[in-house]
């Protein structure tokens, strides 16, 4: 049996009458990168901070590098590596004071040199912390969890209102984590992220586990069909209609925010000649068609039958 | 001790660092002391009375009696008609108006000394009257010539002159320590509201670290704060310092811990930074002005004097004023303490039975 980091069971956390967290299982092998997957007041936040010893929870077992958080939270804390919501402990200290602050918490701590190349601040190591933009906080918070060296590390949605090449910057430091050894626990609403980075998964739902694997089985499990997509543009009812009738398909949806129709098919050819046939019979065109593989989006929506809101904060 | 060593150096430069924060500390405290010195160090030397003199005569003694009047560095003599000055002392161009009617050598007859005054300034009336008789009555004397029995030989010593602004010195430092310790207390607030205390539980940083390097670093700027308005009072408007240096920074301390703990007894009341700046300025506002550190309290109604003796900063006033400047308090210093004492041991105990740290 493989050594676990995290041995999550049954865990409820409930706030006032609102359950934040309904009985949850999951464990996380050592070394890999475990995602958790939800919409925002899913309880992801609520998971890592019961985790982490912020919260008491209220029922259930944890185990955190085989100590109960609430237990031996003294000693946990000198293993672990957690990112703060803010890094503006002292909003004038500079980025490499509050590095060096942090790092005189730990016995074994991280090179300040190291950690700063990683999160790509050395240029910005005299910086005031308050002076740093929204992404540079944000990397600076992940810093500070990497810079305890502890086994396991906690990111609390680190990419969250990244622009896309931050983003991809604070993945590579993920994957170097990784790359050391280090366990990773990360929370995350953006499906492409968890898709990317993740060894192992769960996605969190209303404080509930709705599913559970690696992304490449949780699609294969849920879902073998492809995706084709049509540009809604153009396409008047009538003719929406006949896709309806006229079409082979598995399942269709008609997606009017984003402009797209959905056609989810696990016989792709048979959907495809059905399809370019029904525009050739009307003499349409068709704008815009994309073959794709099923995404942990569609996943979510078959599950849920709810459209996953991606509301980035 | 090592992380509190560190957490405290990174307190002192997120301090030195933060501009507006060393403005309140540092410039406010002197700039008052500016302000006050420059307004209530003026000349507050003999003071003299302007009076109004008429003279229905010009007698040889009439002319005498003006003389005198003329020669006494206390009164400032206008000479008018009765009309001319009745109307000054009316639109209080006067203190008081003596009205002198020819006096002849008939030394047999009486002659009447009219005063008139303002009644609303008896009390000055009074002194000036005493000492207009004194004059008259050594007139007399001297035309009657009788001896004198008494000879009032009055006598200046050289004595310590204590002006306005000795009071109002020891006042400036209080306020200063009254701020420090309650407006301090929002940074501890700030992290509180943020998030940023609670967050730091997942790190081996223990938050009463964070606590108590606050609260040393702010008993140290208390002390920083003494010698900038002891030296700046002392040096530029030349107040005399009676008390040792060592124990006017033991009562700022004593004085500084018990609004340090009455800042943080008031935040846990708080649960946003504004209704914290809501409470700390509904309990500084009335405190600055019903503690006397500016002014004396003897002339307020008597229903608040229970409110003033109810208050920890009259106490550090009085204690400030008597060890600073010598100017006794009407409470002993042994009682200055123990009541400051008290308000922290209160205080404090609130503050721990309430406490949050989030």
Not at chain 1, 259 to 283: C, P, R, W
Not at chain 2, 63 to 73: A, D, M, Y
Not at chain 2, 164 to 173: A, K, Q, T
Not at chain 2, 295 to 301: I, S, T
Request: net charge neutral; proline share 3%; hydrophobic share 45%.
């Amino acid at each position: 049996m493989a050594e676990n980091v995290i041995d999550i069971s049954n865990l409820k956390k409930y706030f006032a009458e609102v359950k934040a967290l309904d009985g949850i299982n999951f464990s996380v092998k050592k070394g890999i990168i475990f995602g958790m997957l939800g919409p925002n007041g899913a309880g992801k936040t609520t998971t890592i901070e019961t985790m982490t010893g912020l919260y008491q929870r209220d029922e259930g077992e944890i185990s955190i590098l085989g100590l109960d958080p609430e237990r031996s939270l003294k000693t946990l804390q000198k293993k672990m590596g957690v990112q703060l919501q803010s890094p503006s402990l002292f909003p004038r200290l500079k980025v490499v004071e509050i590095l060096n602050l942090f790092a005189s918490f730990y016995q074994n701590p991280l090179k300040i040199s190291n950690v700063l190349s990683q999160i790509g601040l050395q240029n910005k190591k005299d910086s005031w912390v308050k002076k740093l933009s929204g992404g540079q906080k944000h990397r600076l918070a992940v810093g500070l969890a990497m810079i305890s060296n502890g086994e396991l590390i906690f990111l609390d949605e680190p990419t969250t209102g990244l622009d896309p090449q931050a983003r991809q910057d604070l993945w590579n430091v993920i994957k170097n984590l990784k790359a050391e050894g280090k366990t990773v626990f990360l929370t995350t609403h953006y499906m492409d992220e968890a898709q990317k980075l993740c060894d192992d998964l769960v996605i969190l739902d209303k404080g509930k586990i709705i599913a559970h694997g690696s992304p490449e089985k949780l699609i294969n499990d849920y879902f073998k069909d492809r995706v084709i997509e049509l540009e809604d543009m153009g396409l008047n009812n009538s003719f929406k209609e006949r896709i309806k009738k006229e079409v082979f398909y598995n399942r269709l949806s008609f997606e009017e925010k984003k402009g797209h129709v959905l056609l989810y098919s696990d016989q792709i050819d048979k959907t495809l000649k059905s399809l370019f046939q029904l525009a050739d019979n009307y003499e349409r065109e068709l704008n815009d068609v994309v073959i794709r593989k099923a995404t942990l989006e569609d996943v979510f929506l078959k599950i849920t039958g709810r459209e996953y809101r991606d509301e980035a904060v | 001790m090592k992380l509190f060593k560190e957490v405290f150096i990174a307190n002192i430069k997120e301090l030195l660092r933060d501009k507006s924060g060393m403005f309140w500390l540092v410039a406010f405290p002197v700039i008052f002391v500016f302000i006050f010195g420059l307004i209530f160090t003026g000349n507050t030397g003999q003071q003299s009375y302007t009076i109004g003199l008429v003279l229905e005569g010009s007698s040889v003694i009439n002319n005498n009696i003006e003389k005198v009047l003329l020669k006494n560095p206390s009164f400032n003599i206008r000479k008018g008609s009765q009309e001319e000055e009745v109307n000054a002392l009316q639109e209080g161009k006067r203190e008081l108006v003596i009205i002198i009617p020819e006096i002849g050598f008939d030394l047999n007859s009486q002659y009447d000394i009219q005063i008139l005054y303002n009644r609303d300034l008896n009390g000055t009336a009074n002194i000036i009257i005493s000492s207009l008789k004194e004059i008259f009555y050594s007139i007399e004397r001297r035309l009657t010539e009788q001896t004198e029995l008494f000879n009032i030989r009055p006598e200046a010593i050289q004595a310590k002159t204590l002006s306005d602004f000795d009071y109002i010195l020891p006042g400036i430092l209080a306020m200063a320590i009254l701020q420090l310790g309650l407006f301090g207390s929002f940074q501890f607030l700030n992290l509180r509201e943020k998030g940023i205390i609670r967050g730091l539980g997942v790190t081996p940083l223990s938050r009463s670290v964070i606590l108590s390097s606050e609260i040393l670093m702010r008993l140290i700027i208390a002390l920083i704060q003494t010698i900038l308005i002891v030296f700046l009072g002392k040096w530029l408007f030349d107040v005399q310092i009676t008390g040792n240096l060592l124990q006017v920074f033991g009562i700022v301390i004593i004085g500084a811990l018990s609004f340090i703990s009455l800042g943080y007894m008031l935040i846990t009341f708080a649960d946003s930074m504004e209704s914290g700046r809501g409470i700390v300025q509904v309990v500084q506002f009335p405190m600055l002005f019903l503690s006397g550190i500016f002014f004396p309290v003897e002339f307020f109604p008597s229903y608040i004097k229970p409110i003033i003796k109810a208050l920890p900063l009259t106490y550090l006033g009085n204690a400030l004023r008597e060890v600073m400047v010598g100017i006794p308090a009407q409470t002993t210093m042994q009682r200055n303490i123990i009541i400051l004492l008290l308000w922290t041991l209160v205080t404090l105990v609130l503050t721990i039975k309430f406490w949050k740290w989030e």
